[in-house]
Protein backbone atom coordinates (compact mmCIF):
# COMPACT_ATOMS: atom_id res chain seq x y z
CA UNK A 1 0.00 0.00 0.00
CA UNK A 2 1.05 3.36 -1.05
CA UNK A 3 1.77 6.15 1.60
CA UNK A 4 -0.59 8.79 1.20
CA UNK A 5 0.92 11.90 -0.25
CA UNK A 6 1.19 14.69 2.45
CA UNK A 7 -0.91 17.84 1.59
CA UNK A 8 0.90 20.84 0.07
CA UNK A 9 1.50 23.72 2.82
CA UNK A 10 3.01 27.36 2.35
CA UNK A 11 6.51 26.05 3.17
CA UNK A 12 6.32 23.34 0.48
CA UNK A 13 8.83 23.98 -2.27
CA UNK A 14 6.61 24.31 -4.91
CA UNK A 15 4.05 26.88 -3.06
CA UNK A 16 7.48 28.69 -1.95
CA UNK A 17 8.65 28.91 -5.82
CA UNK A 18 5.10 30.22 -6.91
CA UNK A 19 5.32 32.65 -4.91
CA UNK A 20 8.93 33.60 -5.58
CA UNK A 21 7.61 34.22 -9.12
CA UNK A 22 4.63 36.24 -7.74
CA UNK A 23 6.76 38.53 -6.06
CA UNK A 24 9.07 38.76 -9.19
CA UNK A 25 5.75 39.16 -11.92
CA UNK A 26 3.08 40.00 -10.03
CA UNK A 27 3.93 42.56 -7.31
CA UNK A 28 5.97 44.64 -9.28
CA UNK A 29 3.48 45.22 -11.57
CA UNK A 30 1.03 46.18 -9.00
CA UNK A 31 3.56 48.53 -7.73
CA UNK A 32 4.12 50.10 -11.21
CA UNK A 33 0.45 51.07 -11.60
CA UNK A 34 0.02 52.53 -7.57
CA UNK A 35 2.51 54.50 -8.96
CA UNK A 36 1.05 55.80 -11.91
CA UNK A 37 -2.44 55.74 -10.15
CA UNK A 38 -1.73 57.96 -7.26
CA UNK A 39 0.48 60.25 -9.47
CA UNK A 40 -3.02 61.34 -10.96
CA UNK A 41 -4.56 61.04 -8.08
CA UNK A 42 -2.32 63.80 -5.80
CA UNK A 43 -0.60 65.75 -8.82
CA UNK A 44 -3.06 68.50 -8.10
CA UNK A 45 -1.80 69.60 -5.30
CA UNK A 46 1.49 71.03 -7.35
CA UNK A 47 -0.95 72.60 -9.65
CA UNK A 48 -2.95 74.22 -7.13
CA UNK A 49 -1.30 77.57 -7.80
CA UNK A 50 -1.46 77.90 -11.19
CA UNK A 51 -4.83 76.28 -11.72
CA UNK A 52 -6.57 78.43 -8.96
CA UNK A 53 -5.14 81.76 -10.68
CA UNK A 54 -6.44 80.04 -14.19
CA UNK A 55 -9.82 79.04 -13.18
CA UNK A 56 -10.47 81.46 -10.58
CA UNK A 57 -10.90 78.80 -7.77
CA UNK A 58 -10.65 79.46 -4.35
CA UNK A 59 -9.00 77.73 -1.62
CA UNK A 60 -12.30 76.45 -0.26
CA UNK A 61 -13.48 75.58 -4.32
CA UNK A 62 -10.26 73.33 -4.72
CA UNK A 63 -10.24 71.60 -1.58
CA UNK A 64 -13.97 70.92 -2.81
CA UNK A 65 -12.51 69.52 -5.86
CA UNK A 66 -9.68 67.89 -4.73
CA UNK A 67 -12.02 65.99 -2.29
CA UNK A 68 -15.53 65.14 -4.84
CA UNK A 69 -13.14 62.47 -6.27
CA UNK A 70 -13.17 60.48 -3.17
CA UNK A 71 -17.11 60.70 -3.29
CA UNK A 72 -17.16 59.05 -6.81
CA UNK A 73 -14.96 56.55 -5.34
CA UNK A 74 -16.66 55.56 -2.74
CA UNK A 75 -20.37 55.69 -4.62
CA UNK A 76 -18.67 53.26 -7.29
CA UNK A 77 -16.40 51.48 -5.36
CA UNK A 78 -18.47 48.39 -4.70
CA UNK A 79 -20.20 48.25 -7.88
CA UNK A 80 -16.88 48.21 -9.30
CA UNK A 81 -15.46 45.70 -7.39
CA UNK A 82 -18.67 43.38 -7.79
CA UNK A 83 -18.32 43.72 -11.62
CA UNK A 84 -14.56 42.85 -11.47
CA UNK A 85 -15.73 39.29 -10.13
CA UNK A 86 -17.44 39.01 -13.06
CA UNK A 87 -15.47 40.04 -15.94
CA UNK A 88 -11.59 39.05 -14.11
CA UNK A 89 -9.15 41.17 -12.95
CA UNK A 90 -7.63 41.25 -16.24
CA UNK A 91 -10.18 43.30 -18.12
CA UNK A 92 -11.42 45.05 -15.26
CA UNK A 93 -8.39 46.37 -14.02
CA UNK A 94 -6.69 47.29 -17.82
CA UNK A 95 -10.44 48.80 -18.47
CA UNK A 96 -10.18 51.05 -14.51
CA UNK A 97 -6.05 51.92 -16.36
CA UNK A 98 -7.25 53.25 -19.38
CA UNK A 99 -10.21 55.28 -18.00
CA UNK A 100 -8.49 57.00 -15.22
CA UNK A 101 -5.34 57.63 -17.85
CA UNK A 102 -8.08 58.88 -20.25
CA UNK A 103 -9.90 61.53 -17.54
CA UNK A 104 -6.05 62.19 -16.06
CA UNK A 105 -5.61 63.35 -19.71
CA UNK A 106 -8.59 65.31 -20.15
CA UNK A 107 -7.98 67.68 -16.85
CA UNK A 108 -5.51 69.47 -18.66
CA UNK A 109 -8.58 70.94 -20.69
CA UNK A 110 -10.09 72.40 -17.53
CA UNK A 111 -11.48 75.95 -18.16
CA UNK A 112 -13.99 76.60 -15.23
CA UNK A 113 -14.67 75.42 -12.10
CA UNK A 114 -17.58 73.22 -12.97
CA UNK A 115 -14.90 71.10 -15.37
CA UNK A 116 -13.08 70.54 -12.60
CA UNK A 117 -15.67 69.54 -10.49
CA UNK A 118 -16.97 67.39 -12.97
CA UNK A 119 -13.64 65.39 -14.41
CA UNK A 120 -12.46 64.83 -10.33
CA UNK A 121 -15.96 63.42 -10.31
CA UNK A 122 -15.28 61.66 -13.16
CA UNK A 123 -11.45 60.45 -12.35
CA UNK A 124 -13.23 59.30 -9.02
CA UNK A 125 -15.90 56.91 -10.99
CA UNK A 126 -13.18 55.94 -12.93
CA UNK A 127 -10.58 54.70 -10.21
CA UNK A 128 -13.35 53.09 -8.22
CA UNK A 129 -12.28 49.31 -7.35
CA UNK A 130 -8.41 49.57 -8.43
CA UNK A 131 -7.09 48.95 -4.48
CA UNK A 132 -9.94 46.65 -3.21
CA UNK A 133 -9.43 44.70 -6.52
CA UNK A 134 -5.46 44.35 -6.16
CA UNK A 135 -6.19 43.56 -2.16
CA UNK A 136 -8.50 40.73 -3.28
CA UNK A 137 -6.32 39.63 -5.94
CA UNK A 138 -3.24 38.89 -3.56
CA UNK A 139 -6.16 37.36 -1.21
CA UNK A 140 -6.87 34.61 -4.25
CA UNK A 141 -3.17 34.59 -4.82
CA UNK A 142 -0.61 34.61 -1.83
CA UNK A 143 -1.20 32.50 1.33
CA UNK A 144 -1.54 34.62 4.63
CA UNK A 145 1.78 34.58 5.69
CA UNK A 146 2.84 36.43 2.51
CA UNK A 147 -0.03 39.18 1.99
CA UNK A 148 1.63 41.57 4.52
CA UNK A 149 4.62 42.03 3.02
CA UNK A 150 3.26 41.93 -0.80
CA UNK A 151 0.26 44.44 0.31
CA UNK A 152 3.40 46.54 1.95
CA UNK A 153 5.06 46.35 -1.57
CA UNK A 154 2.38 47.21 -3.67
CA UNK A 155 1.43 50.25 -1.15
CA UNK A 156 4.89 51.43 -1.66
CA UNK A 157 3.53 52.81 -4.91
CA UNK A 158 2.00 55.22 -3.50
CA UNK A 159 4.91 56.57 -1.10
CA UNK A 160 7.26 56.22 -4.48
CA UNK A 161 4.37 57.99 -6.32
CA UNK A 162 4.78 61.25 -3.91
CA UNK A 163 8.83 60.76 -3.82
CA UNK A 164 8.56 61.49 -7.72
CA UNK A 165 5.63 63.33 -8.54
CA UNK A 166 7.53 66.04 -6.98
CA UNK A 167 10.18 66.44 -9.61
CA UNK A 168 8.24 65.47 -12.38
CA UNK A 169 5.29 67.83 -11.97
CA UNK A 170 7.75 70.47 -10.94
CA UNK A 171 9.58 70.74 -13.74
CA UNK A 172 6.53 69.78 -16.16
CA UNK A 173 4.72 73.11 -14.37
CA UNK A 174 8.13 75.07 -15.43
CA UNK A 175 7.42 74.02 -18.76
CA UNK A 176 4.62 77.15 -18.54
CA UNK A 177 3.82 79.35 -21.87
CA UNK A 178 5.15 76.16 -24.44
CA UNK A 179 3.35 76.17 -27.28
CA UNK A 180 0.77 78.46 -25.41
CA UNK A 181 0.20 76.09 -22.84
CA UNK A 182 0.09 76.64 -18.92
CA UNK A 183 2.30 74.09 -17.36
CA UNK A 184 -0.59 72.70 -15.26
CA UNK A 185 -1.90 71.62 -18.15
CA UNK A 186 1.34 70.30 -19.64
CA UNK A 187 1.48 67.98 -16.34
CA UNK A 188 -1.65 66.89 -16.54
CA UNK A 189 -1.67 65.48 -19.94
CA UNK A 190 1.08 64.30 -19.73
CA UNK A 191 1.41 62.25 -16.38
CA UNK A 192 -2.48 61.14 -17.92
CA UNK A 193 -0.68 59.50 -21.53
CA UNK A 194 1.61 57.46 -19.34
CA UNK A 195 -1.56 55.84 -17.44
CA UNK A 196 -2.89 54.62 -20.55
CA UNK A 197 0.23 53.27 -21.99
CA UNK A 198 0.24 51.64 -18.95
CA UNK A 199 -3.35 50.16 -19.25
CA UNK A 200 -2.09 47.87 -22.52
CA UNK A 201 1.30 47.00 -20.83
CA UNK A 202 -1.66 45.47 -18.21
CA UNK A 203 -3.56 43.51 -20.18
CA UNK A 204 -0.12 41.55 -21.67
CA UNK A 205 1.45 40.62 -18.63
CA UNK A 206 -1.82 40.13 -16.18
CA UNK A 207 -3.58 36.73 -14.97
CA UNK A 208 -7.24 36.68 -14.04
CA UNK A 209 -6.38 33.39 -11.84
CA UNK A 210 -3.68 31.12 -10.76
CA UNK A 211 -4.92 28.56 -13.19
CA UNK A 212 -4.27 31.16 -16.24
CA UNK A 213 -0.69 31.97 -15.49
CA UNK A 214 1.17 29.85 -17.82
CA UNK A 215 4.43 30.69 -16.25
CA UNK A 216 3.61 28.83 -13.31
CA UNK A 217 4.07 24.90 -13.61
CA UNK A 218 1.38 22.65 -12.27
CA UNK A 219 3.04 21.46 -9.66
CA UNK A 220 3.01 25.00 -7.87
CA UNK A 221 -0.37 26.35 -9.39
CA UNK A 222 -1.57 22.95 -7.60
CA UNK A 223 0.06 23.21 -4.56
CA UNK A 224 -0.74 27.17 -4.43
CA UNK A 225 -4.39 26.70 -5.03
CA UNK A 226 -4.22 23.98 -2.54
CA UNK A 227 -3.22 26.01 0.23
CA UNK A 228 -4.91 29.28 0.00
CA UNK A 229 -8.26 26.83 -0.32
CA UNK A 230 -7.18 25.38 2.67
CA UNK A 231 -6.67 28.60 4.42
CA UNK A 232 -10.56 29.52 3.46
CA UNK A 233 -11.90 26.81 4.28
CA UNK A 234 -10.44 26.74 7.86
CA UNK A 235 -11.95 30.15 8.42
CA UNK A 236 -15.27 28.89 6.74
CA UNK A 237 -15.45 26.35 9.14
CA UNK A 238 -16.06 28.66 11.96
CA UNK A 239 -18.03 30.92 10.45
CA UNK A 240 -21.49 29.56 11.09
CA UNK A 241 -21.91 27.84 8.14
CA UNK A 242 -24.53 24.95 7.63
CA UNK A 243 -23.99 21.26 7.09
CA UNK A 244 -24.06 22.35 3.00
CA UNK A 245 -21.59 24.79 3.59
CA UNK A 246 -23.51 27.98 2.50
CA UNK A 247 -23.14 31.40 5.14
CA UNK A 248 -25.95 32.10 6.87
CA UNK A 249 -25.26 35.64 7.66
CA UNK A 250 -25.67 37.83 4.45
CA UNK A 251 -23.55 40.68 3.00
CA UNK A 252 -26.08 43.44 4.79
CA UNK A 253 -24.47 42.17 7.70
CA UNK A 254 -21.36 43.62 6.51
CA UNK A 255 -22.02 47.03 8.64
CA UNK A 256 -24.16 45.46 11.84
CA UNK A 257 -21.62 44.49 12.84
CA UNK A 258 -18.85 45.82 15.38
CA UNK A 259 -15.14 45.20 13.84
CA UNK A 260 -16.66 46.29 10.78
CA UNK A 261 -17.75 49.56 12.22
CA UNK A 262 -14.31 49.84 13.65
CA UNK A 263 -12.31 48.84 10.28
CA UNK A 264 -14.76 51.70 8.56
CA UNK A 265 -13.68 54.80 11.34
CA UNK A 266 -10.03 53.61 11.70
CA UNK A 267 -9.58 53.54 7.58
CA UNK A 268 -11.46 56.42 7.96
CA UNK A 269 -8.78 58.19 9.95
CA UNK A 270 -5.69 57.01 8.26
CA UNK A 271 -7.24 58.29 5.11
CA UNK A 272 -8.09 61.85 6.48
CA UNK A 273 -4.36 62.63 7.99
CA UNK A 274 -2.93 61.42 4.84
CA UNK A 275 -4.87 63.16 2.06
CA UNK A 276 -4.25 66.63 4.20
CA UNK A 277 -0.68 65.80 4.35
CA UNK A 278 -0.44 64.86 0.22
CA UNK A 279 -2.75 67.22 -1.03
CA UNK A 280 -1.42 70.08 1.58
CA UNK A 281 2.21 69.61 1.81
CA UNK A 282 2.95 71.53 -1.37
CA UNK A 283 1.29 74.52 -0.37
CA UNK A 284 3.08 74.27 3.20
CA UNK A 285 6.56 73.42 1.73
CA UNK A 286 5.62 76.77 -0.72
CA UNK A 287 5.37 78.67 3.00
CA UNK A 288 9.22 78.77 3.27
CA UNK A 289 9.64 81.15 0.87
CA UNK A 290 12.16 81.90 -2.09
CA UNK A 291 11.55 78.57 -3.65
CA UNK A 292 10.92 77.48 -7.12
CA UNK A 293 8.09 75.15 -8.33
CA UNK A 294 10.55 72.80 -9.06
CA UNK A 295 12.34 73.36 -5.82
CA UNK A 296 8.75 72.93 -4.24
CA UNK A 297 8.84 69.38 -6.13
CA UNK A 298 11.77 68.19 -4.37
CA UNK A 299 11.33 69.29 -1.36
CA UNK A 300 7.44 67.60 -0.71
CA UNK A 301 9.77 64.30 -1.91
CA UNK A 302 11.79 64.49 1.40
CA UNK A 303 8.88 63.46 3.91
CA UNK A 304 7.77 60.46 1.36
CA UNK A 305 11.77 59.28 0.90
CA UNK A 306 11.58 58.48 4.49
CA UNK A 307 7.70 57.27 4.32
CA UNK A 308 9.11 54.43 1.75
CA UNK A 309 11.49 52.83 4.07
CA UNK A 310 9.27 52.89 6.92
CA UNK A 311 6.45 51.15 4.92
CA UNK A 312 8.75 48.16 3.87
CA UNK A 313 10.02 47.83 7.87
CA UNK A 314 6.56 47.72 9.36
CA UNK A 315 5.49 45.57 6.68
CA UNK A 316 8.12 42.95 7.48
CA UNK A 317 7.59 43.79 11.33
CA UNK A 318 4.17 42.88 11.37
CA UNK A 319 5.03 39.58 9.13
CA UNK A 320 7.48 38.18 11.62
CA UNK A 321 6.12 38.95 14.91
CA UNK A 322 2.92 37.95 13.54
CA UNK A 323 0.72 40.62 15.80
CA UNK A 324 -0.88 43.57 13.19
CA UNK A 325 -1.86 46.10 16.06
CA UNK A 326 0.70 47.27 18.35
CA UNK A 327 2.48 48.17 15.28
CA UNK A 328 -0.29 49.99 13.84
CA UNK A 329 -0.97 51.83 16.88
CA UNK A 330 2.67 53.14 17.07
CA UNK A 331 2.52 54.14 13.64
CA UNK A 332 -0.76 56.48 14.01
CA UNK A 333 1.23 57.72 17.31
CA UNK A 334 4.26 58.44 15.53
CA UNK A 335 2.31 60.03 12.37
CA UNK A 336 0.38 62.25 15.34
CA UNK A 337 2.76 63.75 16.95
CA UNK A 338 4.40 64.93 13.74
CA UNK A 339 1.77 66.78 12.87
CA UNK A 340 1.69 68.03 16.43
CA UNK A 341 5.12 69.50 15.95
CA UNK A 342 4.78 71.24 12.46
CA UNK A 343 2.66 73.40 13.89
CA UNK A 344 5.37 73.93 17.11
CA UNK A 345 8.56 74.70 14.88
CA UNK A 346 9.79 77.15 12.05
CA UNK A 347 8.59 75.89 8.63
CA UNK A 348 12.20 74.38 7.86
CA UNK A 349 12.44 72.15 11.09
CA UNK A 350 8.31 72.01 10.27
CA UNK A 351 9.24 70.19 6.90
CA UNK A 352 11.19 67.37 9.55
CA UNK A 353 8.34 66.98 11.54
CA UNK A 354 6.24 66.36 8.56
CA UNK A 355 9.25 64.08 7.77
CA UNK A 356 7.60 62.23 11.12
CA UNK A 357 3.76 62.47 9.86
CA UNK A 358 4.69 60.79 6.71
CA UNK A 359 6.83 57.88 8.42
CA UNK A 360 3.83 57.55 10.75
CA UNK A 361 0.60 57.88 8.22
CA UNK A 362 1.96 56.07 5.21
CA UNK A 363 2.60 52.64 6.72
CA UNK A 364 -0.11 52.48 8.69
CA UNK A 365 -2.70 51.60 5.39
CA UNK A 366 -0.94 48.78 4.71
CA UNK A 367 -0.76 47.29 8.00
CA UNK A 368 -4.45 48.31 8.69
CA UNK A 369 -5.52 45.93 5.37
CA UNK A 370 -3.83 43.23 6.83
CA UNK A 371 -6.04 42.89 9.93
CA UNK A 372 -9.77 43.02 7.62
CA UNK A 373 -8.04 40.22 5.05
CA UNK A 374 -7.57 38.17 8.29
CA UNK A 375 -11.33 38.99 9.39
CA UNK A 376 -13.46 38.30 6.55
CA UNK A 377 -14.14 35.28 5.12
CA UNK A 378 -13.32 34.83 1.36
CA UNK A 379 -17.01 35.10 0.01
CA UNK A 380 -17.21 38.22 2.13
CA UNK A 381 -13.43 39.44 1.08
CA UNK A 382 -14.66 41.24 -1.58
CA UNK A 383 -17.42 43.67 -0.77
CA UNK A 384 -16.00 44.00 2.94
CA UNK A 385 -12.53 45.51 1.46
CA UNK A 386 -14.56 47.71 -1.01
CA UNK A 387 -17.01 48.53 1.79
CA UNK A 388 -14.05 49.83 4.13
CA UNK A 389 -12.17 51.05 1.18
CA UNK A 390 -15.43 52.91 -0.30
CA UNK A 391 -16.26 54.52 3.06
CA UNK A 392 -12.46 54.86 4.56
CA UNK A 393 -11.54 56.98 1.31
CA UNK A 394 -14.44 59.21 2.39
CA UNK A 395 -11.50 61.05 4.73
CA UNK A 396 -9.69 61.38 1.45
CA UNK A 397 -12.97 64.10 0.61
CA UNK A 398 -12.94 65.61 4.33
CA UNK A 399 -9.34 66.22 4.75
CA UNK A 400 -8.74 68.46 1.62
CA UNK A 401 -12.25 70.28 2.28
CA UNK A 402 -11.93 70.95 5.69
CA UNK A 403 -8.58 72.17 4.81
CA UNK A 404 -9.46 74.67 2.25
CA UNK A 405 -12.19 76.37 4.24
CA UNK A 406 -9.61 76.22 7.19
CA UNK A 407 -7.07 78.24 5.17
CA UNK A 408 -9.52 80.67 3.90
CA UNK A 409 -10.95 81.55 7.14
CA UNK A 410 -7.79 81.61 8.69
CA UNK A 411 -5.04 82.08 6.44
CA UNK A 412 -3.32 79.65 7.61
CA UNK A 413 -3.37 75.41 7.84
CA UNK A 414 -1.94 75.14 11.71
CA UNK A 415 -5.43 74.49 12.89
CA UNK A 416 -5.45 71.84 10.62
CA UNK A 417 -2.57 70.69 11.60
CA UNK A 418 -3.95 70.24 14.84
CA UNK A 419 -6.95 68.75 13.97
CA UNK A 420 -5.18 65.63 12.29
CA UNK A 421 -3.09 65.26 15.35
CA UNK A 422 -6.20 64.57 17.39
CA UNK A 423 -7.60 61.99 14.20
CA UNK A 424 -4.01 60.50 14.50
CA UNK A 425 -4.71 60.16 18.47
CA UNK A 426 -7.95 58.72 18.37
CA UNK A 427 -7.23 56.31 15.48
CA UNK A 428 -4.47 54.73 17.85
CA UNK A 429 -7.01 54.45 20.93
CA UNK A 430 -9.61 52.96 18.39
CA UNK A 431 -6.99 49.91 17.00
CA UNK A 432 -6.82 48.70 20.83
CA UNK A 433 -10.50 47.70 20.33
CA UNK A 434 -9.82 45.59 17.73
CA UNK A 435 -10.07 41.78 18.36
CA UNK A 436 -7.68 39.63 16.94
CA UNK A 437 -4.50 41.39 14.55
CA UNK A 438 -2.70 38.16 14.14
CA UNK A 439 -2.17 35.83 11.36
CA UNK A 440 -2.95 33.07 14.10
CA UNK A 441 -5.62 34.58 15.25
CA UNK A 442 -8.84 31.58 15.79
CA UNK A 443 -11.95 33.22 13.52
CA UNK A 444 -14.64 34.86 15.06
CA UNK A 445 -18.67 33.73 14.82
CA UNK A 446 -17.63 29.81 15.53
CA UNK A 447 -20.90 28.49 17.15
CA UNK A 448 -18.76 25.96 19.16
CA UNK A 449 -16.23 27.05 21.85
CA UNK A 450 -13.03 27.83 19.67
CA UNK A 451 -9.88 26.96 21.25
CA UNK A 452 -6.13 26.78 20.39
CA UNK A 453 -3.29 25.01 21.80
CA UNK A 454 -0.63 26.81 20.73
CA UNK A 455 -2.33 30.24 19.53
CA UNK A 456 -0.09 32.01 21.58
CA UNK A 457 3.28 30.48 19.82
CA UNK A 458 1.88 30.32 16.39
CA UNK A 459 1.73 26.18 16.52
CA UNK A 460 -2.02 26.39 16.61
CA UNK A 461 -2.08 23.26 18.52
CA UNK A 462 -5.41 22.72 21.41
CA UNK A 463 -4.38 25.00 24.52
CA UNK A 464 -8.17 24.72 26.07
CA UNK A 465 -7.96 28.73 25.88
CA UNK A 466 -10.41 30.94 24.12
CA UNK A 467 -8.37 32.36 21.14
CA UNK A 468 -8.14 35.83 21.04
CA UNK A 469 -9.57 36.85 17.96
CA UNK A 470 -11.95 34.16 18.37
CA UNK A 471 -15.92 36.78 18.46
CA UNK A 472 -17.16 37.09 15.36
CA UNK A 473 -15.49 37.13 11.35
CA UNK A 474 -17.76 38.10 8.77
CA UNK A 475 -19.53 35.54 6.05
CA UNK A 476 -21.72 36.17 3.18
CA UNK A 477 -24.65 33.55 1.93
Known amino acids: M ?94 IMITWGLVATAMAFVNSPGMFYALRFLLGVAEAGFFPAVIYYFSRWLPDSHRGR ?21 ALLEMHGIWGHSGWQWMFFVEGVVSVVLGFVVYRFLDSSVEAADWLSRDEKD ?44 YFAINVALYAVTFWLPSIVDDIGGVSDFQVGLLTAVPWLFAIGAVYVAGRLSDRIGRRRPVLVGLLLIGGTGTLLAVLVSPWVGLGALCLAAVGFKPASPIFWTIPQSYLDARAAAPGIALINSVGNLGGFVAPTAFGLIEDATGSTEAGLVGLTVVGFLAALSVLLVRGGGRNDTPRGARRPATARDTAHGTGRDTGRTAPGAAGRIATS
Do not use: C
Open 223 to 266: GLVAVIDAEQRARSRTDGEDTAGRATVSRWRLLADPQMLLFLWI
Open 2 to 95: SAAVPAPTEHSPAVQSAVHKIFRRVVPLFFVMFVANYMDRVNLGFAQDQLRADVGLSAAAFGLGAGIFFIAYALFEVPSNMLMERFGAKIWLTR
Open 150 to 170: ATSVFLMGSGTATVIVGPISG
